[in-house]
């Protein structure tokens, strides 16, 4: 088989999985319905995935990448005020955050520990993670000229996913402001 379309299947599978997950949650995905939402036989997907938890963390970490990718790809002008930089990243996380529901970030916490048993998948979602906070930080890090800024601001946005998972939310306007107050406080 051509590399290029297993691959491309690999990918499909991966992306329909994680289409069932956020519809219907991890604890009732199924082999079946996941080769039944791709149109393949259940053994094609065992010949790109030796079980669930590989597949589903296949899927998550190509969720993750796909989300650090878009991250690592925003640029900002070194010349653009500091103020126009603030409203850039405070816009762009309230976004993210106002658009992840409570579900999906408990989904992400089910996943992760489901993966503690598995030295492979847990390795892999490590590795996916650090991947991921090191284009955030690296990004903050630029912003603030401060790893310990870049740190604080990072773990108030993790932070911040907590309290939505707890009932906590804030609308996206005034995230939007308040982020936008933290990161210009954190530039002086």
Known sequence: MDISKAKSKKEIIADKTIEIILNKGLSKLTMDEVAKSCDYSKGTLYNYYSNKDNLIVSAFIRLINKFTYRIDDIEVDEN???????????????KIFTSLTKEEI?????????????????????????????????????????????????????????????????DKETLTKELKDIILKLCE
Do not use: H, P, W
């Not at 653009?80 to 309230?94: D, L, N, V």
């Not at 955030?136 to 911040?160: P, R, T």
């Open 80 to 94: 653009q005020a500091i103020e126009k930089k603030a409203e850039f990243y405070s816009e762009i996380y309230s």
């Open 106 to 170: 408990l989904r992400t916490f089910e996943i992760i520990l489901d993966s503690v048993n598995n030295k492979k998948n847990f390795s892999s979602l490590k590795s996916t993670f650090t991947k991921y906070f090191t284009v955030v930080l690296d990004k903050f890090e630029d912003l603030f000229d401060s790893k310990n800024k870049a740190l604080m601001i990072q773990s108030m946005l993790v932070g911040l996913q907590l309290y939505k998972v707890f009932g906590v939310d804030f």
